[in-house]
């Protein structure tokens, strides 16, 4: 009797759950309320019931009520949604989305913390040859600033300024280089900006972490894309160089002020003018000598992307080369054996694939290969430019009259010699990036259950090839004819102008990197009620060349979340990571971390409004480390000495010494980031907006001991970790996105960053004034002297405070006196300006529109609270050392100090000598850093459709993109952001076409 009842009841309890049973029915549509393929839909905490939606973008899954399912599309974009009728329709962010979600910085529904994300059509629309040049103001909290630089152009990104360091990058959960990706393989980038998010990486998350997804395949589907891109960069912002005759008036003039003798007379400057003796006084525009009026580059890519039911597959093909501004004559007239022209090539492949191995089984495998070659002249392109600035047309000619190069004692090497006759460098780089990935769904055992193990391995190899030789060159020094007055030049011949030697020395630089982890995961649903968590085990080791450069880090980390009703969501997050440069028995610190966000949207007393469509409130609390410090500072050594005489007579040997004193109770630098935050919609999602409060704590960062301590204890002084800074800002980004009539839409965003930074503990010791202490002032403070005028003349000088740098003439820097002491010295250097490497407001502009496939997009990006010193040799400070050049910018934008012009100067007085007082920082050169840029625009016409199926296209579409096309901005003859002698500042316009089958 007892056994029927238990049968009765084992079956009323398969019958009820059987009836519980309901076959859901819904469609998948993107953003343009189109049909999706391929999309997988599954019951969250079971993948083995999952479907495909069909053409229509159909799907029918047996699940029950309170369940939630997942949509996801070629693995990377999905939306879950609560089970709370027979009839569910999801709409997913189209690959191909419509203009009015252009510039969207979108954030998962339930997610917690501060992560903004961009997706890969965005990027692709401002795509440069470097990925990070794509990104200025469209993401909030992302600085992005400009370098020029060849061989590196890629732009400088800092999260929330963090203190002048660099975030981690991230692409495909591996840490990456960022430099390697092509723009049409990028799925998304997302910036994870507070603790919350970058707790999970630990011992590197305190700067803030940028993760790159690249695509992946797509199931039912095939598509092919090509595109072709010819790209020109146009020279902008350089130095306007005064011409011979005009400098050797104003080195006459210099020599003048300094109390010297003139080095030119009369006929001197009139052969100068008309060019009668070029030999001795030259008239050489160098940087014109030297630079094509354009340099030009081309990019060519081709993918495949699809797959079945079973395997999934992205493949992207990449050339592009890059031949450099230098100009080609000089290569063709000089180095026939070899070429001495900048130039990059690369060739690249990616390939993801995916295969469901069974219905719980499946393995992702991605491979990225990259081959590169880079030539320039065997000298850095710094020395290049600093030889081309520095040098004065005035100097000597490019060749003499007898075709020997040209060249002289002051200024040394011949600029264009160096460019063309002194050997070639070149590098090749072969890197291999790749990763396996096994994910088992383990629903069979407990429903929700699963589990990824994967391995990464990377190897980044690069060979190098010198040909190196020297040249000779001709000096020609002045001789005065007693008869007639007129100058002849005597000739002599220096150098050597050797034969090309080559040498191949093989590896140069090699790293590779090796990254193992596996997870267990829970994820279900109970109703009304969602539960995660994460148990992790993560390994990385980097081993680059050379000593004392391995990285080791292991983390055990644990992530659990609980989501009620679509409403109320919480993730905690507790990360034990250690480091190798930690001491031993003492390398691991805990990373703990909280989030919570109301979704105020999804309440019943906002279910009659429609004004909100979506409203959540966010707030986190996280901790994160960054261990970027050197190995063994916990250690002392021995190190060798100068040793001491000994015997008769006297021998030297050698000796060792004690070196500098360990840092005791060694630690990492460590940031607690606390964060508030508002996502919303409103009004049919044509406007949305996200905001951010934050405010990061610094501490146990490494400063010099030195202020600490006397010298005196006769030995080294370590570093201590006692350093603190904090920072605290706001993060907007806000998009109006809407349509006028059926074929014209339009859109219009922007983004802005306020940032206060404060050094609360440096280490320094006493200072004698409370203005010379550096606590409390901004990260990257400028100092410098507050200069409030000139010396008119001797009895001016006699009468002011002793200025110590140098000797003061009339027409030098007056500074004001701080502390009263009658002396101008370090003592006076007081707070100026701004910071110089963190600029306090950070902004963006995007707008755009399309009509009847004809579009544009446009990027403006500015700054604000921001300072620069103007510092560069021969551009700002002319003549110095008498080695030195001379811009327009000194003699016609400004107005130096002559004995005629002193009651209205604003430059000091021309000097041929070093003059340490007028050539360091001060008020005098301290310019305004801001400035607002038409950073990327991008004009396009998409073939209509008629036009492209008759080609048997799926799509064509046609674009001229520009990028750096203008700047307002405060300084002139140099880029604003990057004041440094360097490769040009460029204007690029990319002339493409993209097909797609």
């Known amino acids: 009797m007892r056994k029927n009842y238990i049968l009765a009841l084992s079956f009323a309890a398969v019958s009820l759950s059987a009836a519980a049973q309901h076959t859901i029915t819904g469609t998948v549509k993107d953003s343009r309320e189109l049909p999706v393929l391929g999309a997988v839909v599954s019951v969250v905490g079971n993948p083995g019931k999952s479907v495909l939606t069909d053409q229509d973008g159909a799907f029918a899954i047996e699940a029950e009520q309170g369940d939630y399912i997942e949509v996801v599309y070629a693995d990377c974009r999905s939306k879950r949604v609560w089970i709370d009728s027979p009839v569910v329709n999801v709409s997913l962010e189209s690959r191909d989305a419509a203009i009015e979600n252009r510039g969207v910085l979108r954030t998962a529904e339930n997610q917690t913390q501060s ?8 990027i692709w629309r401002n795509s440069t040859p470097d990925i990070s040049n794509a990104l200025y103001g469209l993401i909030p909290g992302l600085t992005v600033q400009q370098n020029t630089s060849y061989s590196s152009g890629g732009a400088s990104l800092s999260i929330h300024g963090q203190m002048g360091r660099s975030p981690l990058i991230v692409v495909d959960g591996i840490p990456r280089n960022l430099e390697y990706l092509n723009s049409l393989e990028i799925e998304s980038v997302s910036v994870l900006k507070d603790g919350a998010a970058t707790a ?6 305190a700067s803030g972490v940028i993760m790159v997804t690249t695509k992946r395949g797509q199931y039912k589907e095939r598509d092919i894309d090509v595109s072709y891109t010819y790209g020109m960069g146009i020279p902008v912002n350089e130095p306007e160089f005064v011409d011979g005759y005009t400098y050797a008036l104003m080195k006459n003039e210099a020599l003048y002020y300094d109390g010297l003798t003139l080095q030119y007379d009369q006929a001197a400057l009139t052969a100068f003018r008309n060019g009668s003796n070029p030999d001795l006084y030259p008239n050489v525009d160098w940087l014109d000598a030297a630079q094509r009026k354009h340099s030009v580059n081309n ?6 992307r699809g797959g079945g039911d079973k395997l999934r597959y992205y493949t992207l093909i990449n050339y592009k080369n890059d031949y450099g501004i230098l100009s080609k004559s000089w290569s063709k007239s000089f180095t026939e054996r070899y070429n001495s022209q900048m130039r990059k090539y690369d060739l690249n492949v990616r390939m993801n694939l995916d295969v469901d191995v069974t219905r719980y089984t499946k393995v992702a495998l991605s491979m990225f290969g990259l081959l590169r070659e880079e030539n320039r002249p065997n000298i850095t392109e710094e020395n290049i430019y600093a030889s081309l600035y520095h040098t004065p047309a005035s100097a000597f000619p490019i060749r003499t009259t007898t075709n020997l190069w040209g060249g002289d004692e002051m200024f040394g090497k011949n600029p264009i010699a160096q460019i063309a006759d002194v050997g070639y460098y070149k590098t090749n780089r072969r890197l291999l ?37 020297n040249y000779d060159y001709e000096i020609n020094t002045p001789v005065r004819l007693p008869a007639t007055g007129d100058y002849t030049s005597r000739k002599e011949v220096r150098g050597d102008n050797s034969a090309l030697s080559v040498s191949n020395t093989g590896l140069n630089s090699q790293f590779i990197r090796l990254v193992i982890d596996a997870k267990v995961g829970y994820d279900r649903a109970f109703g009304l ?13 980097y081993t680059p060349m050379g000593r004392n450069n391995t990285r080791k880090r292991q983390s055990y980390i644990f992530t659990g979340g609980y989501n009620y009703a679509g409403k109320y969501m919480l993730d905690v997050v507790v990360n034990r990571s250690g480091t190798s440069v930690l001491s031993d028995g003492d390398k691991f610190r805990t990373y703990p971390a909280v989030s919570a966000g109301w979704i105020i949207s999804n309440e019943n007393f906002m279910k009659n409004q429609s004004v909100f469509d979506f409203l959540k409130l966010r707030a986190s609390w996280g901790r994160s480390g960054n261990d970027d410090i050197a190995y063994d500072l916990d250690e002392r050594f021995w190190i060798t000495a100068g040793g001491a005489q000994f015997q008769n007579p006297p021998v030297g040997f050698g000796g060792i010494i004690a070196g500098t004193l360990p840092i005791t109770d060694l630690t990492i630098e460590m940031s607690d980031k606390y964060n508030v935050g508002l996502d919303l919609g409103m009004l049919n999602n044509r406007l949305s907006l996200t905001f951010d409060g934050y405010y990061d704590k610094r501490k146990d960062m490494l400063v010099d001991g030195t202020n600490m301590y006397s010298a005196v204890i006769g030995t080294g002084i370590p570093q201590q970790n006692i350093g603190q800074m904090n920072a605290k800002g706001i993060d907007l980004a806000v998009k109006w996105a809407d349509k006028a009539g059926r074929d014209f839409n339009y859109y219009v965003g ?13 280490g320094e010791g006493y200072q004698p004034y409370d203005y010379l202490s550096k606590k409390g002032d901004r990260v990257g403070q400028c100092y410098g002297l507050e200069a409030i005028g000139y010396f008119n003349d001797w009895e001016d000088i006699n009468n002011s405070p002793s200025q110590l740098f140098s000797d003061v003439r009339p027409g030098d820097i007056k500074y004001k006196d701080q502390n009263g ?11 100026i300006g701004y910071s110089t490497t963190v600029p306090g407001i950070y902004y963006g502009i995007n707008l755009g529109f399309e009509y009847r496939g004809f579009g544009m997009d446009m990027v403006f990006q500015g700054v604000g609270q921001f300072s620069k010193m103007l510092n560069v040799r021969s551009v700002y400070w002319p003549m110095r050392n008498g080695n030195s050049n001379l811009t327009k910018w000194y003699l016609e934008d400004n107005i130096r100090w002559t004995e005629d012009t002193k009651d209205i100067a604003t430059v000091p007085r021309l000097t ?9 920082n001060s008020t005098q050169w301290l310019e305004n850093g801001s400035y607002f840029k038409l950073r990327n625009l991008n004009i396009y016409y998409n073939l209509p459709d008629k036009w492209a199926k008759a080609m048997k296209m799926d799509k064509c579409q046609v674009y001229v993109r520009a990028n750096n096309l203008f700047s307002i901005d405060h300084i002139k003859y140099m880029n604003c952001e990057d004041l440094t002698i360097n490769y040009p500042d460029m204007t690029s316009v990319y002339f493409g076409l993209n097909i797609n089958f």
């Not at 992560?115 to 059509?121: C, N």
């Not at 396996?436 to 259950?449: F, V």
């Not at 922007?750 to 440096?762: A, D, M």
């Not at 041929?912 to 360091?920: E, I, K, Q, V, W």
Request: glycine content about 10%; hydrophobic content about 35%; charged content about 25%.
């Open 115 to 122: 992560i903004a994300t961009l997706s890969g059509e965005d």
């Open 200 to 205: 999970l990486w630990g011992t590197r998350g």
């Open 299 to 304: 990019q060519f890519n081709i993918s495949f």
């Open 433 to 469: 990036q790749s990763d396996l990935r096994i994910l088992q769904d383990l629903s069979m055992w407990t429903e929700g259950l699963k589990a990824e193990v994967g391995i990464a391995y990377d190897n980044d190899a690069v060979f190098q090839e010198t040909g190196s030789k």
């Open 529 to 541: 009620h969602g539960v995660t968590g994460t148990l992790q085990y993560r390994q990385e080791s």
């Open 750 to 762: 922007g983004t802005f960053s306020w940032l206060k930074t404060e050094v609360e503990e440096n």
């Open 821 to 831: 002491d009658g002396r101008i010295d370090d003592y006076d250097v007081v707070p």
């Open 912 to 920: 041929t000598l070093d003059n340490a007082n007028n050539f360091r």
